[in-house]
């Protein structure tokens, strides 16, 4: 490998590793928009999108059920952003 091109590659690692902490950071914003504790206003607002349509019957019907869903949904995208950041992390150590 040329000097060239080994230049070429270590300029591109810190974008590759910033572009894998932003999507982790994303992945976590969009968690914490869905998260439990906002559960009350989630399921207003969603209630208030839906009204009149199946879905929002469906909602109004099963809280419970929509509470879970969107608990799961929580969790599942807070445990991605994690495996983004940490996968950012460890891309850089690797790359040092």
Do not use: Y
Request: proline share 4%; glycine share 10%.
């Amino acid at each position: 490998m040329s000097n060239d091109t080994r230049a070429a590659a270590a300029c591109q690692l810190p974008a590759a590793a910033a572009r894998l902490e932003t999507k982790g950071i994303f992945w976590l914003i969009g968690a914490f928009l869905v998260c439990p504790c906002h559960l009350p206003l989630t399921l207003g607002l969603v209630g208030f999108v839906l009204a009149g349509t199946a879905l929002g019957a469906l909602l109004q019907s099963h809280p419970f059920v929509a509470g879970a869903l969107m608990t799961a949904v929580w969790a599942a995208g807070t445990w991605r952003g994690f495996h983004w950041l940490n996968a950012a992390r460890r891309f850089a150590n690797r790359h040092r």
